[in-house]
């Protein structure tokens, strides 16, 4: 089975702090994905990756950095957090021609 | 510009009735789609997913149609049950999902009652 790990489930964070998100999948998988989801809004991508040290701006790259070191982690970074960065984050996986697999998601919650 | 619509964010249903869930696409291009199901403080799963070259694929309980003409998909579930009950998302891809990048609807939340 397909395993992607978030670090926290829930997060607390406020105005101005950095915050990582990270991502560890344990299927040798090439593509990484980062998302956002907001009610009303769906799954909007935030950055993706094809393989180590790639990345790709989504929909929504403003706010946000990723680093991608190991094939098998994919951080989520923001630089100085926001109210408006209050959101539940999705990690997902993928290899080539296969669906992708999400991890449990991480609340963000900033003050 | 929204290239997936999901236009119904809520559906209503009883258990043991129908669930028909309904997504659009603009973009002639796509040619693999996918439906997620997600419960609350979780991440999505994959539940069914269809290539463009067929216009009907079928899964136990579930089923996914394609009419490419009218750029238009739908997930069925019958008989649907309350652990049906998540909000579903459609997604599609215009590389044949070669390179994992999809485009998501917003997602109808589906209610079924017991």
């Known amino acids: 089975d397909v395993k992607v790990t978030q670090s926290s489930r829930y997060l607390v964070k406020r105005t101005g702090e950095k915050v990582f998100l990270e991502c560890v999948q344990d299927?040798?998988?090439?593509?990484m994905f980062w998302y956002r989801q907001d009610p009303g809004l769906g799954l909007r991508l935030i950055y993706f990756?094809?393989?180590?040290?790639?990345?790709e701006k989504g929909d929504i790259p403003e706010g946000y950095s990723v680093s991608r070191e190991k094939k098998e982690r994919f951080s989520l970074i923001l630089e100085s957090a926001s109210t408006n960065q209050t959101s539940m984050y999705l990690c997902?996986?993928?290899?080539?021609?296969?669906?992708?697999?999400f991890g449990p998601g991480t609340r963000l919650t900033v003050l | 510009d929204q290239q997936v619509k999901q236009n119904s964010p809520s559906l209503s249903v009883q258990e043991g009735r129908i669930s028909i869930l309904n997504c659009d696409y603009t973009?002639?291009?796509?040619?693999?789609f996918l439906w997620y199901k997600k419960y609350p403080a979780e991440g999505p799963t994959f539940l069914i997913s269809?290539?463009?070259?067929?216009d009907k694929n079928e899964d136990g309980r579930f089923t996914v149609f394609l009419n490419k003409s009218a750029k238009h998909l739908s997930l069925h579930i019958v008989p649907s049950q309350p652990g049906d009950s998540a909000v579903y998302f459609c997604?599609?891809?215009?590389?044949?999902?070669?390179?994992?990048?999809?485009?998501f609807g917003k997602g109808t939340k589906l209610s079924v009652k017991p």
């Open positions: 997902a996986s993928s290899s080539q021609m296969d669906t992708q697999y």
């Open positions: 269809i290539s463009s070259i067929k």
């Open positions: 997604a599609a891809s215009a590389d044949g999902g070669s390179q994992g990048n999809l485009i």
């Open positions: 299927m040798d998988h090439e593509n």
């Open positions: 973009n002639s291009m796509f040619d693999y």
């Open positions: 990756s094809y393989d180590v040290k790639m990345k």
